[in-house]
Nanobody
């Protein structure tokens, strides 16, 4: 099964920035909503941010608003998650996913995601 490929994770200090990338090839990103999720050890996976395919609407969970920015380059089939002012609580494996044509949050997850990546680790620690 084809999987998306995330990159850009790493070990950083609190207050630092990271930009995650998600290569969605061979899928045509412009057809889909794209979302980022994360899962910390011992916790459930949660939706972090989503970007709709047509109207440019974005969505963020409260804990990352003002610090994270989701974007997409449909020409390159790549999505991004710019993360700034990182906190230890942001430590998790981050996954990207694509699916559907809208960002609908339900039960802490964005619904309708069909294709997923394997994840990239982000660790925020001093």
């Amino acid at each position: 099964q084809v999987q998306l490929v995330e990159s850009g994770g790493g070990l950083v200090q609190p207050g630092s920035s990271l930009t995650l990338s998600c290569d969605t090839s061979p899928f045509t990103l412009s057809y889909y909503a794209v979302a980022w999720f994360r899962q910390a050890p011992g916790k459930e996976r949660e939706g972090v941010s989503c970007h709709g395919p047509h109207d440019g609407r974005t969505d963020y969970i409260d804990s990352v608003k003002g610090r994270f920015t989701i974007s997409r380059d449909n020409a390159k089939n790549v999505a991004y998650l710019q993360m700034s002012n990182l906190e230890p609580e942001d430590t998790a494996t981050y996954y990207c996913a694509i699916g559907g044509v809208m960002c609908v949050m339900k039960g802490g997850l964005y619904n309708g995601m069909e294709y997923w990546g394997k994840g990239t680790q982000v660790t925020v620690s001093s």
